[in-house]
């Protein structure tokens, strides 16, 4: 939840401090007139960088929920044929049916050693599921 509120805040507070600008300077900064000016574009930077790191969280934490689910959906896939594979090389006696099992075994260990290698790279490995590390390749 704090993923998707901290992001959302960041991007409105950037928002909030760009349109109210104006109405920041105190009384005393009205005497000496470079100040209020250096004090607007002060704010008006600090508001434009947090409209730019909203936006970009956003972006991030969106990402992170496409990326989590994809992966979940590959761990279903890959368990399914998994079992499906395992049933079929008993039954199979046809050599071409044999080949092209072994070529979607060989494709589905890829997908899993490529899954397992961006899972342990630090930051994108925080959105990959914790159970692609107990997938074992298919023999």
Known sequence: M???IAPIGT??????????????????????????????RLIGSVSIVLIIAGVFFCLFAAGGGIIYMENKSFIARFKGATTTIKDQREIIRNFHERIAITSKVIDLNAKLAEKKYWKSIPVIGWYLPDELNSLEPIR
């Open 2 to 4: 704090i993923a998707i």
């Open 11 to 40: 991007l409105l507070l950037g928002i909030a401090l760009y349109m109210i600008e104006d109405k920041l300077c105190w009384p005393q900064i009205e005497v000496f007139p470079p100040l209020r000016k250096f004090v607007n």
